[in-house]
């Protein structure tokens, strides 16, 4: 079993709709989790910091992490085709320990 | 501005051609890293580097080799004895400590090696 499993989709939405993002993981020391999102040929850049478990929101985003199902997710309200991205979520176990990457959730928004 | 930057962002090599990824960043940040990312691969630690004149091989680091230096720079050297090098490459940064958010990185925009 891999540490971090995410559904690579591709994942296609109309414009306005609520787009779920979800990572599963098996390593229970994880406790920092972040959601990465990366536009084509670019560079990840940070959505989302999240540590241990409970909700985050920042404007239409939201990040989700049970740490008793070892299960996050990120939430996308009034999805806009600039949302069209690669979503990749990631997981620390702390100062010293690498980041663990999923593969990447490609998501298509359309107007 | 405060950044990393990557450079070439586009590179063409023969096989058989040792070729070199500059990255180098003014966060003054202590750790460097470098990724690989294949499609449906997601990214593959290469090596990374959290002091000046070391460095630790990450899950993929055969076939490439890198230096530290500097505390600015991180270079990678992808060599003749990677099997596949074609891939995109990124390079990225981090706080180690106090100061951050722990486990946050910062990447540059990435260097796209194509072997012909």
């Known amino acids: 079993q891999k540490e971090v499993e995410q559904d690579p989709g591709p994942l296609s939405v109309p414009e306005g709709a609520i787009v779920s993002l979800n990572c599963t993981y098996s390593?229970?020391?994880?406790?920092?989790f972040m959601w990465y999102r990366q536009y084509s040929r670019k560079g990840p850049e940070l959505l989302m910091y999240?540590?241990?478990?409970g909700n985050k929101e920042d404007g239409r985003f939201t990040a989700q992490v049970d740490k008793s199902s070892k299960y996050i997710s990120l939430f996308i309200r009034d999805s806009q085709p600039s949302d069209s991205a690669t979503y990749l979520c990631?997981?620390?176990?702390?100062?010293?320990?690498?980041?663990?990457f999923g593969k990447g959730t490609t998501l298509s928004v359309s107007s | 501005d405060g950044g990393i930057t990557q450079s070439p962002k586009y590179l063409f090599r023969k096989e058989g051609q040792n070729v070199t990824l500059s990255c180098e960043q003014n966060?003054?940040?202590?750790?460097m890293y470098w990724y690989r990312q294949d499609p449906g691969q997601g990214l593959r630690l290469i090596y990374y580097?959290?002091?000046?004149?070391?460095?630790q091989k990450g899950d993929i680091a055969e076939g490439y080799s890198v230096s530290r230096e500097k505390k600015e720079s991180f270079p990678l050297t992808v060599t003749s004895a990677q099997k596949n090098p074609t891939a995109f490459y990124l390079c990225?940064?981090?706080?180690?400590?106090?100061?951050?958010?722990?486990?946050?990185?910062?990447f540059g925009e990435g260097s796209r090696l194509t072997v012909l």
């Open positions: 990225a940064s981090s706080i180690i400590g106090a100061g951050g958010r722990t486990g946050e990185l910062f």
């Open positions: 990631a997981m620390s176990a702390g100062a010293g320990t690498a980041l663990i």
């Open positions: 390593n229970s020391a994880f406790q920092y």
């Open positions: 999240t540590y241990s478990s």
């Open positions: 580097s959290q002091i000046v004149n070391d460095f």
């Open positions: 966060l003054n940040h202590d750790a």
